[in-house]
């Protein structure tokens, strides 16, 4: 597991996505310090490596990256940690429009194509 405070490139994404899934890396995103843990088995482990570096439980968001396809097909907003009633959002995706936005572009500062 890693957490992302620069910039990787798109090769080292896929090198982690065959390394483990075959075709997708699971990550969580902290929107607040714009930075993403990736690399591990469960969204949940990726969150607890970033609770432990100083990240907050309501800016932490799971998603997918599938480093093989372009466009909308490269993040998918999906994982059970994303599960917030309290937040607004009841399902494993992610409800909220300008999140996503958010995420969108914290993704695109942090990897580059």
């Known amino acids: 597991m890693k957490i992302i405070t620069q910039s990787v490139t798109l090769n080292e994404i896929k090198a982690m996505a065959a390394a483990i899934f075959g075709n997708l890396v699971k990550a969580v995103v902290d929107v607040d310090r714009k930075i ?17 570096n100083g990240s907050k439980q309501k800016s932490l968001w799971g998603i997918n990256l599938y480093p093989e396809m372009q466009g909308d097909g490269f993040i998918e907003f999906d994982s059970m940690i994303n599960m917030r009633p309290s937040q607004g959002n009841r399902s494993r995706g992610i409800e909220n429009e300008e999140m996503c936005k958010k995420i969108i572009a914290i993704v695109a500062k942090r990897i580059k194509r």
Do not use: K, P, Q, R
Request: proline share 0%.
């Open 36 to 52: 993403i843990a990736v690399d591990g088995e469960l969204h949940s482990d990726l969150e607890a490596l970033l609770l432990e």
